[in-house]
Every structure is written in structure tokens, then in C-alpha cells.
């Protein structure tokens, strides 16, 4: 969330931001008239509320005194009229402006690009060279129904479609994953945890999920939600507190859920874009004045992932129409699929700046004050899309599928995935 004060004293910076982000202004025009109006309520209604102290120790006085107080008494029940018309404006106007501020995305960094959308995300950086098949490269979902590893169909009768079954060696790569990366990353100096994936509402709007992408997620009953990224759950462990010893880095594993609503094309079949998929999320809570050197970091630490795993990959800066809601900046990481020939995302890496830390309230103390801290996070990495990468990557032209090196250990000294005939 930004800060009202600095909407109301900027608007053209805040116009053009929100154009960059292919919106018009109209936002930025009907809060400036709430705004304008709810301050002109509060004038008015304190001027009443100090006219009518003043004449409460008149109808006092007179009384006092045994003299005819009825022009005042009436007087008096006019301003509390009036006071009581004006504080339903003002708690209505307030309404308002909360709603359309919770509405009005973060400013863009000074260092994102400006474009239009994806086609406008310059590339920062690639890393590995594709492989060079000597046979026709298979598309994960049919690697994994060969080797008998993902099972679509029993998915789609227990859920529906958008869903999947992990089985035998399946199962054990996408656990050998969450491990892997859960150790990789504790070790550059991330502290573990694991978080409920039911939400309430208020950490829903603290890491602004809410209002704007309500149709994206599960709504439970008893007002949850399904977390849709363990950003949410991780980020809000802090919200109306005050932090101590920053900065601070954390790292956890959640299921996640997601409509995906309006989805469509080749991410359909497979485990690309799923309703419910696993993550292991990177959180920062740092100071102002390193938020954008710790940026770069993360997403080096991000990136360690797919080095270990040998799998080529490239960073691209989001440009200000592809950017995220609540990011200021954002990098992708984006993992080479062979079958698509396209790099597709695997893990976006972000700096809110304070807008997250403003909405759910984070703060750290300082000798001028409070002041809000830095939020940053990123997947560390989407496991379902490095299963894919994985399966993609690593394939064999006589259908198995290599174990890269590191997940070795992880996979009990497995060097391969073949079928298993039962």
C-alpha cells in the first residue's frame, strides 16, 4: 500500500506509474475527490465539535443562572445533527479511499524497465546452453505416464482437471526437491519454517493477494483461504510487530493452491500450471537503504538451484506493464523447456520496497522513529516446474530419465528413472 500523504502531494508521479503499468488514472482521480471531500468533513465537523463545547458551557452558564437556555438547546441539537450527518460521510469517504488504495499497485522501481508486456522484459542474463537432442525430445506428461511416475487421470476423478498424481519414483524426485532446495538454502543462511496454508483474510490484504486477485484464490469456509504461495503466510509472520535485529531471511516449503482463473493453451496438459503445486519460497525483511542489494542476492540464491541441478536458464527484468501488483522490481528466472523450445518461468524474484510492510503493518525502530521495512521474496523454486525441467532436460531416447547428480543422495543413490514393471 502506498501512503496517502504521498498520493495526495504526487498524483502525476503516481498517474504515471500507473500508466507504466498499462492502467489509466482514474483511480488516482476518484480517491483525490474522496480525499478532498473527507478532509472537508473533518474541518467542518471539528470547527461543529468545538462550537458545540463552547455552547454546552453557555446552556451551563445560563442554566446557572435560572435564564432561558432554549435558543442554545436548540442550536445545540442542530450541530449534533449536523456532526452526526458528517461522520457518516467521513467513515463512508474513509471506506472509500481505503478501498481504492488497497486497489493502487506499488510504484515501479527507477531501475525496471518501461514496456508493454512480456515482449518488453529485457534479458539480463542466460546461463547454460540448451541441449542438443539426438532423437525428438518428449513433453513431460508423456515422459511421466510412460515411466508410470504422474498419473493425470486418476487426478482429474478424485479433483478434476488442473490437478496430478505423483507415484513411486515421481513422488520421490518432487520430495528429493523440497529437500534438496530446503537445504541448499538454509545453508546460505535462510531460517527454516513451516507455515499453516490456511489464511485469514487481513494476512490475505497484508501481502496484497486482497482485494485484487480474490478470484485467483480458494475461499474456505470461517473466512480462510488457501494459501496460494507461501509468501503470504511467511511475510505476515511479522505483521503489526515491530522487528528487531534485521535484517532477517527465511525460507519454507507449502502446498500451494490457485484458480488460475482464465488460463488457457498448451499449459492445460501437464504439471506446468496446476491448482495445486508445492513451492519453496525465499522472504527477506531487510532495511530500506540494502533492500535492492539484497534483491540481487536472492536471486542468486534462487539461481543456485538451478546451477546445482545443471539445468540452463535465463534472468529477465519484468518490465513496468509485466510487473506484479506489489513488486517494485522483479526478476524471473526462466528454465529452458526443450519440447515448448522456450524458457518458461520458474521463480520471480521481488522487492515491495514498504508496500507489503505498510499494508500488514511491519515495522522497525529507529532514533527519527518508526519506520517500515523492506520486503522482499522469491521461489526457491516452483517444484512442480523442475520436475519438468527435470523430466525435459534429462531425458533418454530409450525413455528413462537421468537423476541429475546432486539429487542423488536425495533419491537413494538412484542414477535414473526407468519403469518399473509390477
Not at 57 to 81: F, P, T, V, W, Y
Not at 162 to 184: H, P, Q, S, T, W
Not at 347 to 373: H, L, M
Request: with cysteine; glycine share 6%.
Amino acid at each position: 500500500m502506498l501512503e496517502l500523504k504521498f498520493v495526495r502531494n504526487n498524483p502525476d508521479i503516481v498517474g504515471r506509474a500507473l500508466i507504466s503499468r498499462n492502467m489509466g488514472t482514474e483511480l488516482i482521480d476518484s480517491l483525490l475527490e474522496y480525499d478532498a471531500a473527507w478532509r472537508e468533513c473533518l474541518i467542518e465537523g471539528d470547527d461543529l465539535k468545538h462550537k458545540r463545547n463552547v455552547v454546552t458551557r453557555e446552556i451551563a452558564q445560563l442554566k446557572k443562572e435560572n435564564k432561558d437556555a432554549a435558543s442554545r438547546i436548540n442550536e445545540m441539537q442542530g450541530i449534533n445533527s449536523r456532526i452526526k450527518e458528517l461522520d457518516d460521510k467521513i467513515r463512508d469517504y474513509k471506506s472509500k479511499i481505503n478501498e481504492i488504495m488497497l486497489s493502487i499497485p506499488n510504484i515501479p522501481s527507477e531501475t525496471t524497465p518501461i514496456g508493454k508486456d512480456e515482449n518488453d522484459n529485457p534479458v539480463v542474463r542466460v546461463v547454460g546452453e540448451p541441449r542438443e537432442f539426438t532423437f525428438t525430445p518428449k513433453p513431460h506428461w508423456e515422459i511421466g505416464e510412460s515411466l508410470d511416475i504422474l498419473d493425470f487421470e486418476r487426478a482429474a476423478k478424485i479433483s478434476g482437471q488442473g490437478f496430478a498424481v505423483y507415484k513411486g519414483m515421481g513422488a520421490k524426485l518432487e520430495r528429493a526437491l523440497i529437500n534438496f532446495m530446503l537445504d541448499v538454502h538454509t545453508r546460505q543462511g535462510y531460517l527454516e519454517v513451516f507455515p499453516p496454508v490456511l489464511i485469514n483474510e487481513k494476512a490475505m490484504t497484508g501481502t496484497g493477494q486482497l482485494p485484487k486477485f480474490k478470484d485467483d484464490m480458494y475461499g474456505c469456509t470461517d473466512g480462510f483461504y488457501l494459501a496460494p504461495t507461501a509468501e503470504v503466510p511467511v511475510t505476515n509472520l511479522f505483521m503489526d510487530e515491530y522487528m528487531e535485529n534485521l535484517p532477517v531471511f527465511l525460507t519454507a516449503y507449502t502446498a500451494c493452491f490457485r484458480r488460475e482463473a482464465g488460463k488457457h493453451g498448451q499449459d492445460t496438459r501437464g504439471i506446468i500450471r496446476n491448482h495445486q503445486f508445492n513451492k519453496v519460497e525465499l522472504v527477506k525483511f531487510v532495511m530500506p537503504e540494502t533492500s535492492y542489494e539484497e534483491l540481487e542476492k536472492l536471486t542468486l540464491d534462487a539461481e543456485e538451484i538451478l546451477k546445482l541441478l545443471k539445468l540452463p536458464y535465463r534472468v529477465v527484468s519484468l518490465c513496468t506493464g509485466d510487473l506484479g501488483f506489489s513488486a517494485a522490481k522483479t526478476y524471473d528466472l526462466e528454465v529452458w523447456v526443450p519440447t515448448q523450445e522456450k524458457y518458461r518461468e520458474i521463480s520471480s524474484c521481488s522487492n515491495f520496497d514498504n508496500f507489503q510492510a505498510r499494508r500488514a503493518n511491519i515495522r522497525y525502530r529507529t532514533p527519527e522513529g518508526p519506520q517500515f521495512v523492506h520486503t522482499l521474496n522469491g521461489s526457491g523454486l516452483a517444484v512442480g516446474r523442475t520436475v519438468v525441467a527435470i523430466l525435459e532436460n534429462y531425458q533418454r531416447e530409450d525413455g528413462s530419465v537421468e537423476i541429475p547428480e546432486v539429487l542423488r543422495p536425495y533419491m537413494g543413490g538412484a542414477e535414473e528413472i526407468r519403469k518399473v514393471c509390477h
